[in-house]
């Protein structure tokens, strides 16, 4: 069943490649949040740039660092091979409800980045999923600058105004900037 629009569908992760003979997948996801996948009915696999195709959830279980999905309609290594790399996007009404202090990716990407004295860096152009915390990727010039998602750092976000407030620590700006 597809979805009248991909505006609706929002990426909570990606396949990483099968898992076993009988068509479960292996994926890292964006959040960390477990209710994600957990709690889902289905999702929906985007194959490079296909239309995505929705799958009921049979199970899924955390492992390692991502989890393992089991799809009603994926029963063997061959379909499943047929998603290797795909998106994984979810209905956003199929979103968990988010903690005080927690905010989806699709809110943060194209955040405007300001330094508390006012100074304007740039827009949050990508996110970097890491073991601790996330690395917000942020667009200055035709250079980028890496910045940690930590409390010690991030020390506003405004969606409505559509601005986040950083306060690095010294040099963290000229280090990471590639």
């Known amino acids: 069943m597809a979805p009248n629009s991909d505006h609706s569908l929002l990426p909570v992760g990606k396949v990483l490649r099968p898992h076993g003979l009988r068509g479960q997948l292996k994926i890292s ?13 289905s999702i929906f ?24 999905l ?6 063997s290594l061959t379909d499943a091979e047929n998603y290797r790399a795909a998106d994984i996007l979810v ?15 699709h809110e943060l990407l194209g955040l405007e980045v300001f330094l508390e004295n006012g100074e304007y860096l740039g827009p949050i ?15 200055k010039g035709k250079s980028e600058v890496l910045i940690p998602a930590t409390h010690e750092i991030i020390k506003n976000i405004d969606l409505e105004l ?15 900037e590639i």
Do not use: C, Q
């Open 29 to 41: 996801a964006y959040a960390r949040s477990d209710a994600t996948f957990l709690n889902a009915r």
């Open 125 to 139: 152009s990508d996110i970097i999923a890491t073991g601790s915390n996330d690395i917000y990727v942020i667009k």
């Open 162 to 176: 559509g601005k986040m407030m950083i306060h690095p620590i010294e040099g963290l700006l000229d280090l990471h």
């Open 70 to 75: 089991e799809l009603e309609e994926l029963s």
């Open 91 to 105: 209905r956003k009404d199929a979103l968990p409800l988010k903690e005080e202090d927690e905010y989806f990716w």
């Open 45 to 68: 696999l985007r194959p490079g740039t296909g239309k995505p195709v929705e799958f009921a959830i049979r199970s899924a279980r955390p492992f390692k660092s991502g989890y393992i």
